[in-house]
Each structure stands twice: as C-alpha cells, then as structure tokens.
C-alpha cells in the first residue's frame, strides 16, 4: 500500500520534470541560447531551406503523381518536415541569428542562399523539370530526386550529431536520420513496384 502511495505521489512530479526537461528545465535562456554552438546554428540555418524545398517537392507530388503511395509519402514528408521547420525557426530567433526566408514556393529565396553546396539539394532547373512531369515519369522522378534529397539531409543530420551542442539540435537530427533513412527505403521499395 505504501509502495502504491509513493508511486501515485512520484509519478505525477517525475512527468513535470521531464517536461520541464523537454522546455529546457524550466530556465528558457539556458537550453536556447547558452547550450548551442556555431554547428547547431549551421544545422538549423541550412536545414531550414533544405526542408522547405522537400515541402515544396511533395505539394508538386500531391498535385502531379499518379500513385497513392507517392502521394501518401508525400504528405508524410510534409506533415514531419513543416513543424520541423518551424522549431529550428525558432531555436535561431531565439539564439538571435538570422531565419533563412523560404517565402516564394521555397525555390525563389534558395538561389540566393548559399545552397549550392549542400547536399541532396536540387537545382532550380531540377526543380522545373519535376514540376513539368506529370504521371508514372512524375513518380519515378520524384522519388530519385527525394532519395537523393532526404540522403543530403541524413548527411547534414549525421554532422549535427557528431559536432553540435544543442541537446534539442541534436536530438532533431537523429531524428531525422532516422525518419528519412526508413523513407529512403519506402521510396526504393515503390522504385522497385513500378
């Protein structure tokens, strides 16, 4: 009886401490702008546009491809990655860095952002030919492309991991690893169907 008191008692403030953990312990200046390093701000400032180009690609795939599982993958993509950038958003307003603006469909402000050298990026010509597909060559360009998108992201991900500082930085890039790489092998696995 006793045991079952203490657990009644225990459980309750052991859950707020874990929330308060997941909020940065209750001290907001200390897990968002004292517990990140250059790394953390690079993750976040690249990871940023690099997401809002994968959105982008899966509204092209909700409009133009003609499977259900393209489609179905495509709103995944979208559902996970939107919030995601929204919380990396976030972290580098309160880290008082600048947000990259992904205004303009997602290709118009990448051009101009020193994209060019990360990985899994398409460029703006890519990009026209995908949205100019429509149908069965749609679905197989859309999934190369992704692969090859979502295997930049694993990358930047993998750095962040072994060179940042932000708990909250480093626990998104796992996962992210994690998410994309059980994407990665959904999108071969429909390669292969087709």
Do not use: Y
Not at 81 to 94: D, F, H, V, Y
């Amino acid at each position: 009886m006793n045991r079952t008191k203490i657990v009644k008692l225990v459980a309750p403030l052991l859950a707020l401490g874990m929330a308060l953990t997941a909020c940065g312990g209750g001290d907001s200046t200390s897990a968002a702008s004292g517990d990140h390093n250059d790394q953390d701000v690079t993750f976040a400032t690249e990871m940023i546009p690099h997401h809002a180009q994968a959105v982008q690609m899966a509204e092209m795939a909700l409009a133009n491809a003609e499977s259900q599982d393209v489609k179905d993958l495509a709103e995944d993509i979208s559902a996970a990655q939107g919030p995601e950038i929204e919380q990396m958003s976030s972290w580098l307003e309160t880290w008082g860095e600048d947000v990259p603006d992904t205004d303009g469909g997602g290709m118009g402000g990448m051009d101009h952002g020193g994209t060019d050298g990360m990985p899994g990026m398409m460029s703006s010509g890519q990009m026209d030919e995908l949205d100019s597909a429509s149908g069965s060559a749609f679905d197989e360009m859309f999934l190369s492309m992704m692969i090859e998108h979502h295997e930049g992201a694993i990358e930047m991900a993998q750095t962040e991991q072994a060179d940042g500082e932000s708990p909250d930085a480093i626990d998104l890039a796992e996962t992210i690893e994690e998410t994309q790489a059980a994407e990665i092998e959904t999108m071969k696995a429909i390669l292969e169907s087709q």
